[in-house]
């Protein structure tokens, strides 16, 4: 097939990206120099050869010398092992990182649809358990922080982990808990949703 | 003046109405029958005349053949007086209405802009002292709950009026609280700020 | 009805009025002297008895001391009486003027909804007809401008509007022109639709 | 430097790019597989060797097995070689292609910026001077359509190519045109600006 068309179905595939924006990225390259395409090219094809997935969150990182198979965070005696905050995805952690927060995290890799039969294709619910019973067994693991999304199908994965997780929750006396609801930065009571209102009212101080 | 024009500016004053949606509604009342004007002409004129203003909680309502001087909110006996969920504008009330809330309101009429020397010209401070004292003294409040908006006059308004109520706070053993920060429906962890991070964390259960 | 509900329902049927900017139209008129309401009762109600509709082009125009039956434009025998401006409302002729056009209008109340089988409900066919008639056979008018919006439902109306001129524009060698099409003033070629496009070449110059 | 971080610097200069997006493409190619990968930074590595710029109006093709010079329109006999559209990027000629015109294109690469001392290093003034240079030589070339966007910089360049066609325009006797303005499809006349307005009139048909 044409490369020009080949490519710009390629970039198609991006999240966010139409097929108008696709096309400009092609003229876009097209219209720079070889050198320039031939770097992009070459960090695209060794992106995987220099980055590896944490075997205890599952965020990517990049390599280092020691060939570490855990990122800088899991890592890292200092931080507090007593919290494990599940989040769905590696840029949720930068954020989270922001907010001051010290303990762990496990990056779950999505959320689950409302209609699927089969959430292991969507989440890593499996590969979360066994992290757990690690952490816990370990005893150092004392409190679980599902931070999902509050979206309907956020609402729907917290449930369904937490499902999952009474189990271990019991045998290890783990506390489950959920973000807290309330007015976030900028919202106007008058634009706030109910089940907002009310969230943020039970969680006055 | 020219009606036309006259009646252009005064819908110009309306809120979130510029010139041109002003020339639309003037456009439109002149397309209506003679009748409809009438009757809307009569509906703002006696909206004075048959609405008054709680003297209690100062948000607007519909004068009964009792004379009340009170909301039915405020006439409400069987509402908790314990709480007093201070707002900034009638609207408010209506979704807190919404969200379960049974206690008591007062309409503060606004916020506090930044750089004014004269909050007092902005929002009903002495008269929500003066409810304050009024009700605590009967033993029945407990709590007063600042409503304001998460934006940085909201906030800057509800630091001014923590300080206005400390003394009547520590007099009747007030609690003064604020609504609680998080996640509002809809709101993703990757694009929450961090302070509504931190306040999620700190309001998880 | 309570006088609050009753205004806010008036005003939700302004063009582009919601319920909740209604409610606040209702909440910023009570929070105004009463003396502001009386002056807006009074715009509103007199609006009638100082406009009137121009017995030839039917656009709103403000009464004068002479009881004129015809708006400015129509009565001002410096303007171009050979042309016909056909225009959907009042507000077009604003801008049209602001263009330097200096014929004559007609306001024809409207567009032609594509599945309608009554047009004359929607906009004033006969009138136009008939005004037509009239300046023409006094010899005066050579063309009909029908300027409506470039829009699915314009396009529908001027094929109408055309159809019914037939005559008329045949007994009268009257020409009947539409608006030319092209690059409006802000447009790029990549955005433009192909028949814009094509307009904008077979106009050009 | 990071390999995640380089990447995301690389995607911040895609056009339209902001370091959010930038940041979710490079977590996207992450979780994608090797192979994925590989298949990218080969169409991009590749782009270069399968494409080139045609020599006669500077779009880029795909290359062929017969190593042509010129891209399929400018190779294509049956084109109308009377007229050249000059437009400002290769993704305005598809556009054009859509409204139906079957003349000749050329790409002139940009438009020039209003307060540039060096338009030549925005557009290719002189190789167009050179293209019509050598179609006029020929006896084939009668217009030249400046298809530039209807922005001011669209039309400080359309001026300042006019000014610079003017010699040979002069000398072989060709039209220099530019493209019609009038309503863009959807536009209504209450919105439409005074110049778009004065255009549909003088171009009305």
């Not at 770097?39 to 992106?47: C, G």
């Not at 989440?123 to 999902?148: F, H, N, P, T």
């Amino acid at each position: 097939m044409d490369p020009i068309q080949r490519l710009t179905e390629v970039f198609e595939r991006f999240p966010g990206i139409g097929p108008r924006q696709a096309r400009r990225f092609v003229q876009f390259l097209l219209s720079q120099r070889a050198g320039y395409r031939n770097d992009l090219a070459l960090a695209i094809r060794e992106l995987g050869a220099h980055t590896q997935q944490c075997n205890a969150c599952f965020r990517w990182f990049v390599k280092d010398s020691q060939a570490n198979i855990f990122c800088n965070i899991c890592s890292n005696e200092g931080r507090d092992a007593h919290v494990l905050f599940v989040v769905e995805k590696d840029a949720d952690i930068e954020n989270v990182e922001r907010s001051g927060f010290r303990g762990k995290y496990f990056v779950l890799g999505g959320t689950i649809p409302l209609a699927t039969e089969e959430p292991e294709k969507f989440v890593r619910m499996r590969e979360l358990v066994a992290r757990i019973d690690a952490d816990a067994s370990l005893g150092k693991l004392k409190e679980v922080i599902l931070g999902l999304s509050a979206t309907a199908e956020g609402d729907h994965t917290r449930v369904m982990i937490a499902e999952k997780l009474r189990a271990p929750a019991e045998a290890f006396s783990l506390k489950i808990t959920a973000l807290g609801r309330g007015l976030s930065t900028g919202s106007e009571l008058e634009y706030a949703d109910p089940d907002t209102i009310a969230s943020a009212l039970s969680s006055r101080q």
